[in-house]
């Protein structure tokens, strides 16, 4: 057993830095620590221990395949083409005059992946409009409901405060929102930037989804919009991960000859067929690194998911100058799948306290994190985030003696020695139904992108970018287990959305 556990750990933190931060400190503390960790199992009997097993199916993502990746979009005239397309999205930015027409095009440059560019100029014209007119919420009275709730969503998106009152002249004493479909469409996506205690917004979320749900079974007319209303029931934009948005949108906008701006078009498909030859870069960076830890011969046990494990840092993280970043999150993001796969199959109570210890030593003593606001480099002063860090394997340490409580409960996953899921959980705790137990889960979600709403509105202490990120990981997260596991069983539509995202460039 103490030999077993020593590889383990040896293995996963081997004496130099796997991901590449200044660890000397840390790795002089894990040293000290693993001989602690000897001198204790020495004493322990040398029974042989059963390991777990999850028969995770292997990669289907080869090393040779990810290096072989090369976009013909990686060459200067393309960069130079995109630059010429912003310069002229700028111009006509700063040419529109009626607002309405100017949050269309914001809102479409968000839709198409490209308001990253025009960051500034986006602030600068919703703050004009929040000071001209959201100060006087009576002036609205008159105005339709589909540019109300534009507006409202754009400005509480950006941060800006804005109050829920300014939807009340369009609810009856029904509770009804009208019957202008655009309008209800707009609406929907507005309310979910709501916070607690809005009732007027989370009655709209109930009103307008009813409301979309009967259009879609009985409209003939705009397809279009049935298309759109379709895909908002489906998931609310604001819950959706940007670059998946993004390249979906891209096609259907193209389909819209009324409405399409070819300018608009051609500056989406170009830069995004731009950015994914940056993410193959990355993606080979990070599938050198992987291969050379030797994890996938050394912990057989554990998922290869390299592949996944950078899919979640595009979505989390998607623009050019953020590469960095994203190699960086990317082997963190595998060692955590690693470090779960210990957790839920490998090791035994005993063994993970002290694996525990170990990795919460580490992370006291020599990990350094990396500061978004400066293109990704290291911060040098990491104590609120290391102490973050030290509470998650803290809290996985205080949960693992609960997890006996579930021995007797069936479910295949457990069979093959995963943790139960929450939804189990929940289950197995009140007696509730599958059905209930995930009307629950659901619940939880939106009370958790309640709170998050209400930190980012009005909140100027924190960065844009670091903003972002942390709505970002919330999406990725749905996206990742919207169909499943997509994570531990990619061969399904994580597979479609890598090769549409990172993959294949768009004709």
């Avoid at 994914?276 to 050379?292: G, I, P």
Wanted: glycine share 6%.
């Amino acid at each position: 057993m103490a030999l077993q556990s020593l590889n383990l750990l040896h293995a996963f933190l081997p004496n130099h830095a796997v991901v590449g931060s200044s660890f000397s400190n840390g790795f002089v503390h894990f040293r000290l620590q693993r001989r602690m960790v000897a001198t204790k199992m020495s004493h322990q009997d040398h029974q042989p221990i059963t390991r777990r097993t999850a028969n995770f199916t292997p990669t289907i993502w080869s090393y040779d395949y990810i290096q072989s990746l090369s976009s013909e979009f990686a060459g200067k005239n393309y960069a130079n083409r995109v630059q010429e397309l912003k310069e002229d999205v700028r111009g006509m930015l700063v040419k529109v005059s009626d607002p309405l027409h100017q949050m269309e095009i914001i809102d479409t440059l968000q839709r198409l992946g490209l308001s990253y560019h025009f960051d500034h100029e986006i602030k600068r014209i919703l703050g004009r409009i929040h000071d001209k007119r959201c100060s006087n919420i009576n002036t609205r009275k008159q105005e339709c409901l589909y540019a109300v709730a534009l507006e409202f969503r754009l400005l509480r998106q950006h941060g800006f405060h804005i109050s829920q009152e300014i939807f009340s002249s369009f609810k009856d004493e029904k509770g009804n929102f009208g019957d202008d479909c655009k309008g209800i469409l707009a609406l929907y996506e507005a309310a979910y930037y709501c916070v607690d205690g809005e009732s007027i917004l989370f009655d709209a979320i109930n009103f307008t989804t009813e409301y979309l749900k009967e259009y879609v079974k009985h409209s003939k007319d705009d397809q279009y919009l049935v298309t759109l209303a379709n895909h908002a029931l489906e998931l609310p934009q604001h819950w959706r991960m940007l670059r998946l948005e993004a390249r979906w949108f891209i096609d259907v906008y193209e389909k819209q000859q009324d409405i399409m701006n070819p300018l608009l078009l051609e500056l989406a498909k170009l830069d995004f067929n731009v950015v994914q030859a940056t993410h193959q870069e990355d993606l080979k960076h990070t599938s050198t690194w992987w291969r050379n830890t030797g994890f996938e011969d050394k912990l057989e046990f554990a998922r290869d998911r390299l592949m996944e494990n950078f899919f979640w840092t595009v979505g989390v993280i998607f623009e050019p100058q953020f590469g960095y970043c994203r190699r960086m999150s990317t082997k963190v993001n595998a060692l955590i799948t690693t470090i779960d796969d210990v957790y839920d199959i490998y090791g035994n109570l005993d063994e993970l306290e002290l694996f525990t210890d170990a990795v919460d030593r580490l992370l006291h003593n020599g990990l350094q994190i990396m500061n978004l606001d400066h293109g990704g480099a290291l911060d040098p002063q990491p104590r609120s985030y290391m102490e973050k860090a030290s509470t998650s394997t803290s809290t996985i340490r205080s949960n693992m003696g609960n997890l006996r409580d579930f021995d007797a409960i069936p479910w295949d996953e457990m069979k093959r020695g995963d943790v139960p899921k929450s939804i189990q959980c929940y289950m197995h705790k009140i007696g509730a139904s599958e059905e209930e137990a995930r009307e629950h889960i659901r619940g939880l979600i939106s009370a958790t992108w309640v709170k998050m709403n209400k930190e980012r509105i009005g909140n100027h202490h924190i960065s844009n970018t670091f903003a972002g990120v942390a709505m970002n990981l919330a999406r990725m997260a749905q996206c990742m287990y919207q169909f499943g596991d997509g994570h531990g069983v990619p061969d399904k539509e994580t597979k479609h959305r890598v090769l549409s995202l990172i993959i294949n460039p768009i004709p």
